[in-house]
């Protein structure tokens, strides 16, 4: 490679340093001596060796104690990432004539100039890993949060045992996300809370074949009447479920988008993340006729979640909403009295699911 920008190449080296065996504290040293190279880029046909002394790279290392300062220079000469060019007596010099060097001893930067396209590569290779492993971190994190969700929700129907079989895996999952792991372990992790989340699905379907929608169904009866009505019912449900069951708003990503199969539509590549599922609903706040100052404070009231959540529900049977605006301010006010909750309106959405929406 005839040319690089040394600075360049160092942050590639940082990212890709362990593929070198190389630590922090090492590449603080390579830092210090890329400073003494006059100029940004190294040249294959300029001078690329660096002459400073032990004292003045310590200054410039921070401090560096000389003794350390030795060490981490032999790390990055074992490491293929400097080369010594000594003198007779063992000191770093140079030796000029009429301004120009004739020879100079101390440290080349060849080395790091010819295996440019090797660092650069490596670096590449480990941001793409370390994009991989955050994805699946989140995939994980996301996973085990549904886990703990099904898990509450099957024990407040008492239809999973405190200290089940399934509760332990999930405390197991957990445990182990405390470690650092590589993303082949990850990954395995990611597919074990996948499996555990299948588990808990089927342990709940029953649930969801039978809940009972009695309590909420004027939520979606036609209305004939003027607004002032309008609320009167909204109200009178309202008052229904003004004492929840705690669990309604434990129920899982995977049972509200179930509940609320309409919402795909407008998600493009699916509903995976709480957050797709709010930018989902905003993008469908408008199309409803939900002006922004409605949809602002029942984010505020609700919390963003428990209002998307609402806002799907409403969705899901729009036809029976007249007025979508005015139903979301009413239902925020009565969030804001603690006399609403969005979790019964999914479960009897989810009773009068379609079998294959609940499967």
């Known amino acids: 490679m005839p040319s690089i920008d040394k600075w360049h190449l160092f942050s590639d080296l940082r990212e890709a340093r362990a593929r070198f ?22 040249e294959d046909a300029g001078a690329l060796i660096v002459f400073p002394s032990n004292a003045t790279l310590s ?20 490491a293929g990432l400097l080369a010594r060019h000594d003198s007779p007596n063992g000191k770093r010099y140079v030796t000029r004539a009429h301004g120009t060097v004739l020879r100079a001893f101390g440290f080349s930067l060849r080395p790091l100039l010819i295996r440019a396209p090797e660092i650069i590569a490596a670096a590449t290779e480990a941001r793409e890993t370390a994009l991989a492993l955050r994805l699946t971190r989140e995939r994980l994190v996301l996973c085990l949060r549904d886990c703990a969700k099904l898990l509450a929700f099957a024990e407040a129907e008492a239809m999973v045992a405190q200290g089940d079989a399934l509760a332990a895996r999930l405390g197991a999952l957990r445990g182990l996300m405390r470690r650092k792991l590589d993303l082949a372990e990850m990954e395995r992790l990611a597919e074990a809370a996948e499996t555990l989340r299948a588990g808990l699905s089927a342990r709940l379907e029953p649930a969801l074949q039978t809940a009972d929608s009695s309590g ?3 939520h979606f009866e036609r209305h004939s009447q003027d607004s002032k009505p309008e609320l009167k019912e909204s109200e009178s449900c309202a008052e229904k479920i003004a004492a929840p069951p705690a669990a309604s708003d434990s129920l899982p990503l995977e049972l509200v988008v179930k509940a609320c199969p309409d919402l795909l539509p407008y998600a493009g590549g699916g509903i995976r993340s709480w957050h797709e599922l709010l930018a989902t609903a905003q993008t469908l706040r408008p199309m409803m006729g939900v002006a922004a100052d409605v949809w602002a404070e029942a984010r505020r009231v609700m919390g963003a979640e428990r209002a998307a959540v609402t806002l799907a529900a409403m969705l899901q049977r729009i036809s029976a909403i007249q007025r979508p605006g005015a139903y979301l301010r009413h239902l925020t006010a009565k969030a804001a009295a603690g006399a609403f909750s969005p ?10 699911a379609p079998a294959g929406a609940r499967s």
């Not at 560096?64 to 000469?77: G, I, K, Q």
């Open 59 to 78: 200054d410039r290392a921070h401090g560096m104690p000389e003794s350390t300062l030795r060490r981490h220079l032999a790390a990055l000469v074992t």
């Open 21 to 42: 065996g190389v630590s922090d504290r090492d590449l603080a040293v390579l830092n210090a001596l890329l400073s003494f190279h006059p100029g940004r880029l190294l």
């Open 216 to 218: 909420c169904d004027s």
């Open 343 to 352: 979790g019964p309106m999914i479960m009897a959405l989810l009773s009068h």
